[in-house]
């Protein structure tokens, strides 16, 4: 499986930003699509994560309210729209996908969000 990530760059705090992910490869492996993000001197965090049957979502709390993940299943993408955007959602971004089994075991090139301030 193949991920590939774009849409980030320099956005003012309140604005808004959308991510893309495209797979491809052997997508019948993956039932699940997340976001992770990683901000400067810290750890890679969970953000956002989605089904492709059915479209069940959560939520890390620190982006409820602000950022929706969709999927489209005839485009094998998946998006996360962010809004409201905030200093410290600085970081890059990943996709990922996998498995309530065996997690997330494909990993996407991250995609950097600058929010200034």
């Known amino acids: 499986v193949q991920l590939q990530a774009f849409g980030g760059g320099l956005v003012r705090a309140g604005g808004s930003l959308r991510l893309s992910c495209a797979a491809s490869?052997?997508?019948?492996?993956?039932?699940?699509m997340g976001w992770f993000r990683q901000a400067p001197g810290k750890e890679r965090e969970f953000v956002a994560r989605?089904?492709?049957?059915?479209?069940?979502?959560s939520y890390a709390n620190s982006v409820k309210g602000r950022f929706t993940i969709s999927r489209d299943n005839t485009k094998n993408t998946v998006y996360l729209q962010m809004n409201s955007l905030k200093p410290e959602d600085t970081a890059v971004y990943y996709c990922a996908a996998g498995s309530d089994s065996f997690g997330f075991d494909y990993w996407g090139q991250g995609t950097l969000v600058t929010v200034s301030s």
């Open positions: 989605i089904r492709w049957s059915g479209g069940t979502t």
């Open positions: 490869g052997r997508t019948f492996r993956t039932f699940l």
